[in-house]
């Protein structure tokens, strides 16, 4: 008769003391992890933002065709073998030979020149830099023609192409008052 009632308030005992069994506790390490995946969510999505948005790049432009008439092999009379088309940012300084010879040798040599044509031959080419021609700066070009003997000509005229720079300041976005 005893037993039973020590039992059972040895039970209720338990129960009043200590409430509803306690829910296991989370460890420190998997709070750690969802706090770093919610951090890793964040940047991604901050990162996401930040390649949706158009950033503003330095414009270009792909190709130069440049046009000319072919002189000749002597002067203005027959069939040069080779031109040189060289082209720069830098406005050439025609003051003096050595300044000339100087930006000759710093420009940059453009490529697939057609073979010279007879005198009065309409010629051109496209010039096409690996990076393109960038706009918001001009571009000096100068061709030489060369003869079977190696004879080169002097320069031709100075041929500039001015590329625009269209692409306006982004707006600001953080203007306060105080
Ligand atoms: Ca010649």
Do not use: E
């Not at 002597?74 to 073998?81: I, K, Q, R």
């Not at 001009?138 to 041929?159: M, P």
């Not at 982004?170 to 008052?177: G, T």
């Amino acid at each position: 008769m005893s037993r039973p009632q020590a039992w059972n308030q040895r039970t209720c005992h338990c129960c009043a003391a200590d409430g509803a069994p306690d829910q296991p506790k989370a460890p420190a390490y998997r709070r750690l992890l969802a706090l770093l995946a919610l951090v890793v969510l964040f940047a991604a999505l901050v990162l996401s933002v930040l390649i949706l948005l158009p950033f503003p790049v330095h414009s270009q432009v792909a190709s130069l065709t440049l046009t000319w008439h072919a002189s000749g092999d002597d002067s203005l009379t027959g069939t040069a073998t080779s031109y040189d088309l060289r082209y720069s940012s830098t406005r050439p300084d025609t003051t003096s030979a050595a300044a000339k010879v100087s930006w000759w040798a710093a420009a940059t040599v453009a490529s697939g020149l057609p073979t010279p044509g007879p005198s009065g031959t309409a010629q051109s080419v496209a010039v096409a830099p690996p990076g393109g021609f960038l706009t918001g700066r001009s571009y000096y070009f100068v061709l030489r023609s060369t003869d079977d003997a190696g004879n080169q000509s002097d320069w031709s005229n100075v041929a500039l192409k001015s590329l625009p720079d269209t692409i306006p300041p982004a707006p600001i976005l953080d203007l306060r008052v105080q």
